[in-house]
């Protein structure tokens, strides 16, 4: 059985940093895509963050160069480094990995994924 469990997060003021972790059980990360999925309340799911089957990190517009994704294959965990956090970056954060490849910045598209943790909740308030 798959199972993925997010850690890491919480509130934390504007410019500030916080990294949230992902461990994963029944499932190896680097023999596949991951991703870090956002979703703000009434909104829809957005990946910032991802790694593809060659290893590549691909950002989205909105985090690039103040967010790092990450993995460390000895503990089978997942990583996203957030510094210079804002407002706007408040959301539920989902760890996702994907059964088959995925290349290129098309990684970022949530639909490529199948298994999902419960989500840790950002915020980002003064």
């Known amino acids: 059985e798959v199972k993925v469990m997010e850690s890491g997060g919480g509130l934390v003021q504007p410019g500030g940093s916080l990294r949230l972790s992902c461990a994963a059980s029944g499932f190896t990360f680097s023999d596949s895509s991951i991703s870090w999925v956002r979703q703000a309340p009434g909104k829809g799911r957005e990946g910032v963050a991802a790694i593809d089957r060659t290893r590549r990190s691909h950002y989205s517009d909105s985090v690039k160069g103040r967010f790092i994704i990450s993995q460390d294959a000895a503990k089978n965990t997942l990583y996203l480094e957030m510094s210079s956090l804002k407002p706007e970056d408040t959301a539920m954060y989902y760890c996702?990995?994907?059964?088959?490849?995925?290349?290129?910045?098309?990684?970022?598209?949530?639909?490529?994924?199948?298994?999902w943790g419960p989500g840790t909740q950002v915020t980002v308030s003064s």
């Open positions: 996702a990995a994907a059964r088959g490849p995925t290349y290129g910045p098309n990684s970022l598209m949530s639909n490529w994924y199948q298994y």
